[in-house]
Each structure stands twice: as C-alpha cells, then as structure tokens.
C-alpha cells in the first residue's frame, strides 16, 4: 500500500449548496397577497453576502444582495435598518417572516416561510460559519482602491 506523502496535494473542490426556492407572499396592501417564488443563492466565495431573486411571471426578474447574518437574525428577531430589514410574523401556525427592501425605486414587503429558510441558512452555515465570513477577501487590495480612489478610464 501506497501512501502519498507529498505536501502538494488538490484542493477538493468547494462544498456546494443548491440555491433555495421559496414560495413568498408579496403584500401589495393590507389585504392583497400576490404569491411570487424567489430564488435563494449561496457563494462558498462571498459567504457573507445570499443572492435572492424575486422570479417575475412576466418581466425581468428582481436581484437584490442581502447580508447572510441579517436573514438569520431575521427569522427570529428585528434585523437590518435602511434598505433591507426583517423581523418574525406574530405566532401562527406557519412560521414566517416579514421581508421589507426599500429603495428609491420600489418599497416592497414579502412575507417569507422561516422554516424551509432556516434549514438551508443552517447548510450555508456549515459549509462556511459566520467567524469565517472574510477570511478570503483581499483587504490590502480594497484598501489600496479604496485610498487611491478610482482609476480613470484608458484612453
């Protein structure tokens, strides 16, 4: 039996979570529901950030970026300010929360099953724990952008 000994081994390949599909009530009023199913995605590569697309029956779909902690927190108590925030629905019989994203554009509020989302967050969670979130970002390379500003454009 053969074993390798050698210190350059392949890195396996990152641990994969399929994107979560939810049914979601969009409240168009105090009484209005419009059923609607968002797309939720995770990146091993920007764990901090899950991708959610509001899938539309007719027109462009809606992409928003939400922070991967305030969903987590949101499926149990106030999370976020400004843009995107969330917070538990009073007890029923089905779990949920209230999803509200704000723009200059558009006000939207979605009412979100917690349980199917806290199962998958929980995957995420396992593939990449939060202590972990930014380990793999380049903070020399922000920062120098960030202090030289932007680049002007080649001519």
Same mark, same amino acid.
């Given at each position: 039996?053969?074993?390798?000994?050698?210190?350059?081994?392949?890195?396996?390949? #990152?641990?994969?979570? #399929?994107?979560?599909?939810?049914?979601?009530?969009?409240?168009?009023?105090?009484?209005?529901?419009?059923?609607?199913?968002?797309?939720?995605?995770?990146?091993?590569?920007?764990?901090?950030?899950?991708?959610?697309?509001?899938? !539309?029956? *007719?027109? #462009?779909?809606?992409?928003?970026?939400? %922070?991967?902690?305030?969903?987590?927190?949101?499926?149990?108590?106030?999370?976020?300010?400004?843009?995107? *925030?969330?917070?538990?629905?009073?007890?029923? &019989?089905?779990?949920?929360?209230?999803?509200?994203?704000?723009?200059?554009?558009?006000?939207?509020?979605?009412?979100?099953?917690?349980?199917?989302? %806290? &199962?998958?967050?929980?995957?995420?969670? *396992?593939?990449?724990?939060?202590? !972990?979130?930014?380990?793999?970002?380049?903070?020399?390379?922000?920062?120098? &952008?960030?202090?030289? %500003?932007?680049? !002007?454009?080649? !001519?």
């Amino acid at each position: 039996m053969h074993r390798d000994q050698s210190p350059l081994r392949a890195r396996s390949a #990152p641990e994969f979570v #399929p994107s979560l599909f939810l049914d979601l009530d969009q409240m168009l009023d105090e009484f209005t529901r419009l059923p609607m199913r968002a797309k939720f995605s995770f990146d091993p590569d920007m764990p901090a950030v899950i991708t959610v697309e509001f899938l !539309a029956e *007719r027109g #462009p779909s809606l992409i928003w970026h939400i %922070g991967r902690g305030l969903l987590q927190l949101g499926l149990s108590a106030m999370s976020g300010s400004g843009d995107v *925030r969330m917070w538990p629905t009073l007890p029923e &019989e089905q779990p949920s929360s209230w999803l509200l994203l704000e723009s200059q554009e558009v006000e939207a509020l979605f009412r979100v099953p917690t349980a199917s989302l %806290g &199962e998958w967050l929980d995957a995420t969670y *396992r593939i990449t724990p939060s202590t !972990a979130e930014m380990d793999g970002l380049d903070w020399d390379g922000f920062l120098a &952008e960030l202090l030289d %500003g932007p680049e !002007a454009p080649a !001519a």
